[in-house]
């Protein structure tokens, strides 16, 4: 099992920057491939950014390229998701997954997710 707990969302204005983090528990977090989704009121939850083992490879969704970058810290156990010019359509509860799938380096495929977080509000004013 590993806990997976989310913070650092909140209500930003259009153009602002928040930084998510993900503190994991409970089993070795090297063993785990990371990823952010998220899900807006009415809409299914959908793919946000993945990083790999190693962290050498990273996968985005097309809507946040350039904009978010995810990156995990080893040593604090910690996936971040670093959100820049942040645009009303990011509003969202974030939710932080992982995965232990064999031969898996990341992606949007939401049923290679075991665990989850209990997920983060993101509110973008215009």
């Known amino acids: 099992q590993v806990q997976l707990v989310e913070s650092g969302g909140g209500l930003v204005q259009a153009g602002g920057s928040l930084r998510l983090s993900c503190l994991a528990s409970g089993r070795t977090f090297s063993r785990f491939v990371m990823g952010w989704f998220r899900q807006a009121p009415g809409k299914e939850r959908e793919f946000v950014a993945s990083?790999?083992?190693?962290?050498?490879?990273?996968y985005y969704t097309d809507s946040v390229k350039g904009r978010f970058t995810i990156s995990r810290d080893s040593a604090k156990n910690t996936v971040y998701l670093q959100m820049n010019s942040l645009k009303p359509e990011d509003t969202a509860v974030y939710y932080c997954?992982?995965?232990?799938?064999?031969?898996?380096?990341?992606?949007?495929?939401?049923?290679?997710?075991?665990?989850w977080g209990q997920g983060t509000q993101v509110t973008v004013s215009s």
């Open positions: 997954a992982a995965t232990t799938a064999i031969s898996y380096s990341g992606g949007p495929d939401v049923r290679r997710y075991d665990y």
């Open positions: 990083i790999s083992r190693s962290g050498g490879t990273t």
